[in-house]
């Protein structure tokens, strides 16, 4: 796993082996059902988190770029978009993180592009699906930390 800093201080994972080793983990994926390798953008402010899923989800074969926080994460969602970037396919945000949290960054990034899924790491989620809580700008509400058959399976969804 490979590992690049942008000029907002993102990081960037891609997994190792060239265009070929690409290719046949897309053929592979598609033929256990699940979906292709994504572009990510991970959100969160612990690190211990963003190495544990960078680990899990450049192992399946996803690019992930990762920014530690909110207004970083919303930095880097937007210079995606512009001319000549490569878009994100979906984000993961923690709901709970200082100043920017997961509800303001879900938010921003559908003001960006209402289509990219959002995906919202919580330890509240039982609460917030109970209470009716779940921001509108959210697509998909997963208990932190993220079972990995669920996180696959919600990643399955949007890449197919």
Known sequence: MAAQVDSIGARAFRPAGGAER??????FFLALGRSAPLRILLVDDDPLVIRAMCSILAADGHEVTTADGG?????AFKASR?????????????????YVDGRKVAAAIKRESAATPIILLTGWGQRLE????IPASVDFVLAKPPKIAELRGVLAKIGT
């Not at 207004?71 to 930095?75: H, N, R």
């Not at 109970?130 to 809580?133: F, K, P, Q, S, V």
Request: zero cysteines; aromatic letters at 4%; charged letters at 20%.
């Open 22 to 27: 690409r290719h046949r983990a897309v053929r």
């Open 130 to 133: 109970a209470e009716g809580d």
């Open 82 to 98: 512009q001319p000549g970037a490569a878009p994100f396919a979906v984000v993961i945000t923690d709901l709970g993180m200082p």
């Open 71 to 75: 207004q970083q994460g919303v930095d």
